[in-house]
């Protein structure tokens, strides 16, 4: 009877206790990609406030890669971007506790090195922007009137 009473307590507590783990995690629930005259935007959307300074690049070979702790995401997503130094995205879950997103490079990653950005869109909305090279200025001459 003890061991009854014992079991039942014991599946009680385990099943009435707030569990911490994914429902309190935060969800990326979209990632999309577009170019501007800027360079590529990558926008990450969460279904809660996530702040963009506590996200660091970091800069492996030939991408960027950027760790997403205490997040998720259902499935892996990989987007393309025609005409870039930005050659695909690729965000996906690594473990039950922690998204990752690469930036994938066409080069090796030294001119990426000071051209990404992040900040928040909105609370929900981190964006991340990598920055087209500049061309160079060249002064615009006007024709001489003879």
């Known amino acids: 009877m003890l061991k009854i ?4 307590l014991a599946f009680c507590v385990s099943f009435f206790t707030p569990q911490s783990g994914l429902s309190a995690m935060n969800k990326v ?3 999309n990609v577009k170019r501007s005259v800027a ?8 279904d809660r406030p ?3 300074k506590s996200l660091k690049p970091v800069y492996e070979r030939n991408f960027v890669q950027l760790v997403l ?3 998720r995401i259902d499935a892996a997503k990989i987007l393309t971007v025609a005409d870039s130094e930005v050659l ?4 996906y879950p690594y473990n039950p506790e922690t998204a990752r997103v690469r930036v994938i490079l ?6 990426a090195k000071g051209r990404i950005t992040l900040w928040n869109n909105n609370p929900k909305s981190v964006r991340i922007l990598s920055k087209t090279r500049a061309k160079p200025w060249l002064p615009r001459t006007r024709p001489e009137k003879i």
Do not use: C, M
């Open 5 to 8: 009473v014992l079991g039942s």
């Open 29 to 31: 629930t979209t990632v």
């Open 39 to 46: 360079g590529v935007n990558i926008d990450l959307v969460f």
């Open 50 to 52: 996530v702040q963009a």
């Open 69 to 71: 702790k205490g997040s």
């Open 88 to 91: 695909k995205i690729f965000a």
């Open 106 to 111: 066409r080069k090796d990653n030294q001119w």
